[in-house]
């Protein structure tokens, strides 16, 4: 049983890694500009079309700072060396697989693809 929980949370993740990686690119939003005599608002918040959550930064330095939250790079290494966001750890979306029992299950896992 546990191996079948373990098999099915890996495709869950992988699912979710492809779909949140691709499905913003190629693909700019375009936002109307606010008229001129109204404040400046926060940015709108466009429901994903793949259901995966986003985080503001805001949301993610909070739990970050709480540690409620783990920062997966899955970019390949390449891009990982160019630059990265502090503390995050790096496995590509392909390696996901090889790596799952390193995650761990009691936090939020943020991954960070572009």
Not at 82 to 106: C, F, T, V, Y
Request: aromatic share 6%.
């Amino acid at each position: 049983m546990r191996v079948f929980i373990s098999v099915f949370a890996l495709l869950f993740t992988t699912c979710l890694l492809f779909a949140a990686c691709n499905s913003q690119e190629g693909h700019p939003v375009k936002v109307a500009a606010p008229p001129a005599n109204q404040q400046k608002a926060s940015p709108p918040h466009l429901p994903p079309g793949d259901n995966a959550r986003r985080m503001t930064v805001e949301e993610l330095k909070t739990a970050l700072a709480s540690n409620n939250a783990v920062i997966i790079d899955v970019r390949g290494a390449a891009a990982y060396e160019q630059g990265h966001i502090k503390g995050s750890k790096m496995i590509p979306w392909n390696e996901i697989s090889a790596h799952i029992d390193e995650l761990p299950r009691d936090k939020t896992i943020a991954t960070y693809c572009s």
